[in-house]
């Protein structure tokens, strides 16, 4: 019953396969007790800087962090 | 490359004091030679205040010799670690510089500080030179630069061929998640048949070779299987549950890409620390030797102006007495 083109569904969904197993990940560390789960949690945090170019130009830099800047 | 970078440095205290350090004083200071003969050379004052200024460099590079040292034991720990997470990979796919492929993309992973020594420079110049290899009829080559220091030198020339600057990576600990969510990014904006990652392979503290590791897009993974070879044998592999070879291919590729990225970064920055460790060896050593010239100067001034003041007073008290 399954077409030739089934994709996941997290692939239809537009998601890489790295989303997807970073996702899973995240369920995972949640699972844990408390010390740990803190710790773990750290692990998580994300902070950079990019920019994407055209031609030449640097369009304005997206911070894409877990913390918020104030 | 190394010689280059002590040279650098030792040029950075020249504006402090030049080359020729003897000659270099007696510039400033009246000469005894031009004066007229007689007259006192200047106070020591000058050659002193050198002297303390060379002192707390040399202090300062000695503490951050000491933090490198220290932040590298512990990021040398993860970088070996995170070997394992590709070596799976190239067992199954093999690895294959030589693919000739349409549209390359050059990751550079290069630091966001400086005081590093060479290292940035050597994975600047593999990049251009990977770009001029890969470059020819039909056949693009883009960059894609992780770190400031490569973006400045890259942007000078080849301002052109940039495709994405990512900077502040290492404001919280290197971890896989923000690498993998890096490498999302770089995935979803960027189109490629292959990917070119250029970092600091680190071997020991004094030896950090630039590597490149490269990966392919599923379908030229496909095009290369039909030719034979490693990836040719990917057939012979049962595939279970409902997904086809083409999927999961596409999934390894990515995966591939974020581990093989992930321990990227976790070397270069273990060969930042380390070439940051020799750098401030080596400007510690010189400002030592730096050192030992101005104190060498600095007592010849002395005793000269004692020399000066006792021939004044002795040939007073002659004259007066005869």
């Known amino acids: 019953m399954a077409s030739n083109a089934a994709v996941p569904f997290w692939r239809a969904a537009g998601m890489t396969y790295i989303t997807y197993s970073n996702i899973c990940a995240n369920l995972v560390r949640n699972c844990l007790k408390e010390p740990y789960k803190t710790e773990a949690l750290t692990r998580e945090k994300v902070h950079f800087s990019i920019a994407t170019w055209n031609d030449g130009k640097a369009e304005k830099p997206v911070l894409r962090s877990d913390t918020p800047e104030d | 490359m190394a010689m280059a970078a002590l040279r650098r440095e030792g ?85 294959t510089p030589s693919v000739d492929v349409k549209k390359n993309v050059i990751v550079t992973i290069s630091s966001d500080k400086g005081l590093c020594g060479g290292i940035n420079s050597t994975s600047v110049k593999i ?38 600057t990512i900077s502040e990576l290492q404001k919280n600990p290197l971890n896989y998640t923000q690498v993998s969510v890096l490498a999302d990014d770089i995935l979803k904006n960027v189109e490629f048949d292959a990917l070119r990652i250029i970092f600091n392979k680190f071997h020991s503290v004094v030896s950090f070779l630039p590597t490149m590791s490269t990966i392919l897009s599923p379908e030229i993974i496909e095009r290369e299987a039909e030719a034979g070879g490693k990836l040719g044998e990917l057939d012979s592999y049962e595939i279970e549950g409902g997904e086809t070879k083409a999927e999961i291919l596409q999934n390894l590729a990515e995966f591939q890409f974020s581990c093989v990225l992930f321990n990227a970064v976790l070397e270069n920055a273990t060969s930042e620390q380390g070439a940051r460790m020799s750098a401030m060896d080596s400007s510690s050593r010189n400002a030592g030797e730096m050192l030992d010239r101005l104190t060498l100067t600095y007592n010849r001034t002395r005793q000269a102006s004692i020399t000066t003041e006792l021939i004044e007073i002795i040939s007073g008290a002659s004259a007066l007495e005869g």
């Not at chain 2, 000058?46 to 000695?62: A, D, E, Y």
């Not at chain 2, 503490?63 to 990979?89: D, H, T």
């Not at chain 2, 251009?128 to 490569?150: C, M």
């Open chain 2, 127 to 164: 990049s251009k030179a990977l770009h001029k290899l890969s470059s020819g009829p039909e056949k693009e080559t883009k960059y894609v630069v992780l770190g400031e220091k490569a973006k400045a030198q890259l942007v000078r020339d080849s301002k052109k061929d940039i495709l994405l």
């Open chain 2, 11 to 95: 040029r950075r205290f020249a504006p402090l004091l030049s080359p020729r350090p003897i000659a270099g004083v007696r510039s400033s200071l009246v000469s005894e030679e031009d004066a007229p003969f007689g007259t006192r050379s200047i106070s020591t004052q000058v050659v002193r205040n050198r002297m303390k200024s060379v002192r707390n460099i040399q202090k300062i590079t000695k503490a951050m010799k000491m933090v490198a040292a220290s932040k590298l034991r512990a990021i040398q720990v993860r970088a070996e670690n995170s070997r394992g997470m590709w070596q799976p990979f190239t067992a199954l796919l093999g690895d």
